[in-house]
Structures are given as C-alpha cells and as structure tokens.
C-alpha cells in the first residue's frame, strides 16, 4: 500500500511539475560566451557575460530584450615597422531579442538588434602617432544558432557592433566583432496562458 502510494504521489507531482512548465513563458537568461574576433586588427578575442528576457509570444516565438557585457583583448599590430598596442574595450549592448524555435526542444535561432555602447580607455592605442578616438557605439548585430531544452541553450554566434569609420587611423580599421558560441541558463519568472514548455 505504501509503494502504491507512493508511485500515485510521484506521477501525480510529475504531471503537477509539467503541467507548470507548460505555462511558464517569461524566462531571463543568464549565460557567458566568448570568441575570437574577426577582423583581427585591434582586437585579438572576447570574453562576455549574457543577460536577456524573454516572452513567448507563441509557443515556437519569443520577444525580449537583452543586454550583458562583453569585454574585447587588445592586439598588438605592426604597422609601417612600428609595434602598436591596441586597447581592450568593453561592449555593453542595449538590444532586442528574437527567438524562433521550430520545436519543444532541439535547433532554434534568432538575432539580437540594437545599440552596442563601447566603454573603456579613450584612445584606441597608447602610440602618439597611430592612435584615434575609441569609437562610443554603433547599431548591434547579433545573430545566433543553437539547440534548447527547458534549462539550458547551447549556442554559436556572430556579435559585431557597427562603428563606421569612427576608431580607425592610417594603417588599421577598428572592429568590434567576433565569433564564438556560448552557453545559458534560463530561469522561470511566471507563468502565462501559452500551453508549451519554457524555451
């Protein structure tokens, strides 16, 4: 009697747990990433941290917003024979987030758009000659692709911020990109009337 009871009293709290899972659809996501940056004239990798939040306008859509910080290793470059050190910066993105997930659980992809403030020392080098302004942001791109279950999502991603031709000199253009892949853990903050487990 005893083992029933308990057997009825585990299906019975596991079909409660799913049941609750199934109407959560406000996540925040909290995740690191990191990269190699492409071009690599100024900038050598990055290292961030991810923060977003995320609603599932349907089961297989979310809308959110996302922000984080990401923090870019300077490169020393040569140029004309004369050793540069670039300076590291930092991006600190302001963006929206999208999110299509074609099933439950598996591929998913989406982008974040919107601003990426760059933060850090004012000159892109230390050299008196070969030197400029840091640049203090452009328009924020951030594709990615991944797989999802309920905690976790695994990720690769292309992050660049759009800065024109503010940061460069004579001899070295100024990126703020990279490529890399990540990792994140969602965690529930409610629950709503979409009949699909949190993404």
């Not at 991006?91 to 598996?106: D, E, N, T």
Request: charged residues 10%; proline residues 5%; negative net charge.
């Amino acid at each position: 009697m005893m083992k029933s009871a308990i057997l009825v009293a585990g299906i019975v709290g596991a079909s409660f747990m799913n049941a609750q899972d199934s109407d959560m659809n406000n996540m925040l996501k909290v995740g690191i990433n990191a990269g190699v940056a492409v071009p690599s004239e100024n900038a050598s990798a990055n290292l961030g941290l991810d923060v977003s939040y995320q609603h599932l306008v349907t089961p297989g859509f979310g809308l959110g917003l996302a922000t984080g910080y990401n923090q870019f290793f300077g490169k020393d470059n040569t140029i004309n024979g004369t050793s540069v050190e670039n300076n590291g910066f930092g991006v600190v993105p302001v963006a929206a987030l999208i999110r299509v997930y074609p099933k439950q659980f598996g591929f998913y992809a989406g982008a974040d758009l919107g601003y990426g403030f760059i933060v850090g020392d004012d000159k892109v080098t230390n050299n008196a000659v070969y030197n400029a302004d840091m640049p203090t942001g452009g328009f924020y791109l951030r594709p990615e692709i991944g797989y999802h279950n309920k905690d976790w999502n695994f990720y690769a991603h292309y992050t660049k911020v759009f800065t024109g031709s503010n940061g460069e000199f004579a001899g070295q253009n100024f990126n703020a990109g990279t490529i890399g892949v990540g990792v994140g853990y969602n965690i529930p903050l409610g629950s709503g009337p979409i009949t699909a487990p949190a993404q």
